[in-house]
């Protein structure tokens, strides 16, 4: 009778398995829409009624806490998979406030190692942790260009969702009629959901 062997951590980690995200279709929009706006007043809740560092901190812990828990399921679950993006938009928003993370160099290192950047090729924990840290990237990247737009430009809040909804539909419309990558497409669009669900 073989006896199995324990599993290495590049092997878990590397190992294709279960599709660990949702299927991208029109709720998932408006899930992530919503866990954005969801974040962004969890974020300013604490940064204004706790001392600055302790919001920080206690928004890490409970990242890290949220990561610790996707990561231990093998396959999509949609409570876990969304309190990870909460989780992601509460601390993306509070790094935004402080750096601003390089997106480029993310998705530049996740192609180099695993060839693709498509959300339907994330089957592993390794290829889960590259999506996470280009999540955490489009959170960053998306609160500052709703700042520039309400705060820097003058727009307001009202202008500046209607003009962030106009442009998250070219994406769309893009790969729709002109056939702008898909992938392209899609990271454009998660990018704009972040200061528009703001």
Same mark, same amino acid.
């Given at each position: +009778?073989?006896?199995?062997?324990? +599993?290495?951590?590049? @092997?878990?980690?590397?190992r294709p398995g279960w599709v660990r995200v949702p299927e991208i279709a029109a709720l998932? $929009?408006?899930?992530?829409?919503?866990?954005?706006? +969801?974040?962004e007043t969890t974020s300013d809740t604490l940064v204004h009624h706790v001392p600055g560092?302790?919001?920080?901190?206690?928004?890490?812990?409970?990242?890290?806490? #949220?990561?610790?828990?996707?990561?231990?399921?093998?396959?999509?679950?949609?409570?876990?998979?969304?309190?990870?993006?909460?989780?992601?938009?509460?601390?993306?928003?509070?790094?935004? @406030?402080? *750096?601003?993370?390089?997106?480029?160099?993310?998705?530049r290192v996740w192609y180099r190692a695993e060839g693709t950047l498509s959300i339907h090729?994330? @089957?592993?924990?390794?290829?889960?942790? =590259?999506?996470? /840290?280009?999540?955490?990237?489009? =959170?960053?990247?998306?609160? #500052?260009?709703? @700042? +520039?737009?309400?705060?820097?430009?003058?727009?307001?809040?009202?202008?500046?969702?209607?003009? =962030? *909804? /106009?442009? =998250?539909?070219?994406?769309?419309?893009? $790969?729709?009629?002109?056939?702008?990558? #898909?992938?392209?497409?899609?990271?454009? #669009?998660?990018?704009?959901?972040?200061?528009?669900?703001?």
């Amino acid at each position: +009778m073989a006896t199995s062997t324990p +599993m290495s951590r590049r @092997d878990a980690l590397t190992r294709p398995g279960w599709v660990r995200v949702p299927e991208i279709a029109a709720l998932f $929009w408006v899930t992530k829409t919503l866990t954005t706006a +969801m974040g962004e007043t969890t974020s300013d809740t604490l940064v204004h009624h706790v001392p600055g560092a302790v919001a920080v901190l206690l928004g890490f812990i409970v990242f890290e806490c #949220a990561l610790v828990i996707r990561f231990r399921e093998p396959r999509y679950v949609p409570w876990i998979y969304w309190f990870a993006v909460v989780m992601v938009s509460v601390f993306g928003t509070m790094a935004a @406030d402080v *750096t601003h993370v390089a997106l480029v160099v993310i998705f530049r290192v996740w192609y180099r190692a695993e060839g693709t950047l498509s959300i339907h090729s994330i @089957d592993t924990p390794h290829r889960e942790i =590259f999506y996470r /840290a280009a999540v955490l990237a489009t =959170f960053a990247l998306g609160a #500052a260009a709703g @700042d +520039m737009t309400t705060k820097t430009l003058h727009l307001g809040y009202l202008a500046s969702s209607v003009a =962030f *909804t /106009a442009l =998250f539909v070219i994406p769309w419309i893009a $790969w729709a009629r002109f056939g702008l990558n #898909a992938i392209v497409a899609f990271w454009i #669009a998660y990018v704009l959901t972040r200061p528009l669900g703001a």
